[in-house]
């Protein structure tokens, strides 16, 4: 009751506790955004995909929903003769918010600044990006080995092009009315508000709203009750619990898969994991279906490998349902019965609501094969060393398996080649490496999904980890139409929203 009290006072603080009217202000409409900016809109920092999100800032290219690269500021691309250097053809007639002409100039000093900051978006570092004005009306990107994809590697939203006003030397750029997109960002309060105004001037679609008011709710029941009560006509990150109150207020709320996935890791440079028909009996014994339809009450869909719907090459065939039999066979086969139980630990983190929950339920499937589970919840940030030390049994961690723009390489390649960085499992196979850094070698997309789809399988026919679910995005509107979920987002969110009559 206290939580329920503090998030009806927190939304009524950010509307004053309005009337209730679900209607947008004229041709101006409120929203509730579940993530503010991490620092003050930079796009060093990750906010640039934000300020994408808002419908403020854009990239040279954007993605399609097969995930391919689509024009955006530039209409064009083509590797030269030199395979390590690309040329980008600008979209004619474009306009910064501040009324200066989008030029090759202006896309060097914008891109030229984001390599060169102490800690370089990880979309660029490391990869020698440098950029030069050709013409009038292009600009070619080098990079220092071959980069087949450069031009997806562009769409990411750490990558906006600001006006060269932004750009005062020796501070951080100014985001206000310094962009290109449908909305011009007029004013922020910090990291609770911000205020959005369409951009008439914009080259492409108009914006459907005249002025919206971005409010950052982090708690997600607040966003509801926002919602609910008409303070604010659009919210993101709805709890799943909260769909039946906001539909019976005349809301519309809307479930898509995200790319994320919700992953028990197996430890393999040790026992009892080492062992192949330890980690299937795992495998076997844990109902996927049944957590994701029981235990999360379809708030996401379950695992049959690493990759979801979300991504055109993710599996969407449902897992088999757990075979308790078989868990205990391969379990007897390795050594372990009744005679010799087997006790390993489960560790997990309390950021994501749905991680305790999910080890509860699957500490109790494993202990109807006869292996007991020690569950921990705590600190990721305690958890981690320890965890890429190889100092663990299972941890149950939740994994965005795209990596700043729409490609599964680098995940692939940190997640679960030998020398990863962040190869918790610990997994190492020569034909597993041999497949991933042949990537480096193919530009064509469709190509390199095959891939990421073959990568996958790999990893499951090894029982490297359990994929356990795929959490749904959600999404709810009351007062506006024209929403259009995007799984993997990339796409400007706030622009294509309508105020309803």
């Known amino acids: 009751m206290l939580r329920l009290f503090t998030a009806v006072l927190l939304a009524c603080t950010l509307s004053a506790c309005s009337s209730g009217t679900a209607t947008a202000d004229g041709d101006s409409i409120a929203v509730a955004m579940q993530f503010p900016p991490r620092s003050a809109y930079a796009f060093d920092a990750d906010d640039g995909a934000l300020l994408m999100t808002l419908g403020v800032a854009e990239t040279l290219t954007t993605v399609d929903a097969q995930a391919q690269p689509a024009p955006s500021l530039a209409t064009a691309w083509e590797q030269t003769s030199d395979p390590k250097t690309w040329r980008f053809t600008l979209r004619p007639g474009v306009t910064f918010h501040d009324g200066t002409p989008l030029t090759p100039q202006s896309v060097v000093t914008a891109l030229s600044y984001?390599?060169?900051?102490?800690?370089?978006?990880?979309?660029?570092?490391?990869?020698?990006l440098t950029v030069t004005a050709d013409g009038d009306d292009a600009v070619l990107i080098s990079t220092s080995q071959p980069d087949p994809v450069?031009?997806?590697?562009?769409?990411?939203?750490?990558?906006?092009?600001?006006?060269?006003?932004?750009?005062?030397?020796?501070?951080?750029?100014?985001?206000?009315?310094?962009?290109?997109?449908?909305?011009?960002?007029?004013?922020?309060?910090?990291?609770?508000?911000?205020?959005?105004?369409?951009?008439?001037?914009?080259?492409?679609?108009?914006?459907?709203?005249?002025?919206?008011?971005?409010?950052?709710?982090?708690?997600?029941?607040?966003?509801?009750?926002?919602?609910?009560?008409?303070?604010?006509?659009?919210?993101?990150?709805l709890p799943h619990a909260a769909t039946a109150q906001v539909e019976s207020a005349g809301g519309t709320v809307t479930a898509y898969p995200a790319a994320r996935t919700v992953e028990l890791l197996l430890n393999q440079s040790a026992a009892p994991f080492?062992?192949?028909?330890?980690?299937?009996?795992?495998?076997?014994?844990?109902?996927?279906?049944?957590?994701?339809?029981?235990?999360?009450?379809?708030?996401?869909?379950?695992?049959?490998?690493?990759?979801?719907?979300a991504v055109p090459w993710g599996a969407t065939t449902a897992p088999q349902a757990s075979d308790p039999a078989t868990a205990k066979r391969l379990l007897a086969e390795a050594g372990h019965g009744p005679s010799s139980p087997l006790t390993v630990r489960l560790w997990t983190f309390p950021n994501r609501p749905e991680m305790p929950v999910l080890a509860t339920a699957i500490q109790a499937m494993l202990a109807e094969v006869g292996i007991t589970v020690e569950v921990t919840?705590?600190?990721?940030?305690?958890?981690?060393?320890?965890?890429?030390?190889?100092?663990?049994?299972?941890?149950?961690?939740?994994?965005s398996y795209l990596s700043d723009f729409a490609d599964a390489a680098s995940v692939l390649t940190s997640d679960y080649t030998c020398k990863g960085s962040y190869n918790i499992d610990h997994f190492c196979s020569a034909e597993f490496d041999a497949a991933i850094a042949g990537l480096s070698g193919t530009g064509d997309v469709t190509a390199r999904q095959k891939v990421?789809?073959?990568?996958?399988?790999?990893?499951?026919?090894?029982?490297?980890?359990?994929?356990?679910?795929?959490?749904?995005?959600?999404?709810?509107?009351?007062?506006?139409?024209?929403f259009t979920p995007d799984p993997l987002g990339v796409r400007p969110v706030l622009p294509q929203l309508q105020p309803a009559g």
């Open 114 to 128: 984001i390599t060169s900051v102490s800690a370089p978006p990880r979309a660029v570092r490391d990869i020698g």
């Open 150 to 237: 450069l031009p997806l590697r562009m769409s990411s939203g750490n990558l906006g092009i600001l006006a060269p006003s932004a750009y005062a030397a020796g501070q951080q750029p100014s985001v206000l009315r310094t962009a290109t997109g449908p909305y011009i960002l007029a004013s922020v309060a910090g990291a609770d508000s911000a205020v959005l105004e369409r951009n008439d001037a914009y080259w492409g679609t108009k914006a459907g709203a005249s002025t919206v008011t971005v409010r950052y709710v982090t708690d997600p029941q607040s966003r509801a009750l926002a919602l609910q009560s008409g303070d604010v006509q659009f919210a993101e990150g």
């Open 452 to 482: 990421f789809a073959q990568a996958a399988a790999m990893l499951t026919e090894q029982a490297v980890g359990v994929m356990i679910v795929h959490p749904n995005n959600t999404a709810g509107t009351r007062g506006v139409t024209g």
């Open 377 to 399: 919840v705590g600190d990721y940030s305690a958890q981690e060393p320890k965890i890429l030390a190889g100092e663990f049994d299972m941890f149950l961690n939740s994994r």
């Open 274 to 309: 080492a062992d192949s028909r330890v980690r299937q009996a795992v495998t076997a014994a844990i109902d996927r279906n049944v957590l994701a339809a029981k235990v999360l009450e379809g708030a996401a869909t379950p695992a049959s490998d690493l990759f979801g719907s």
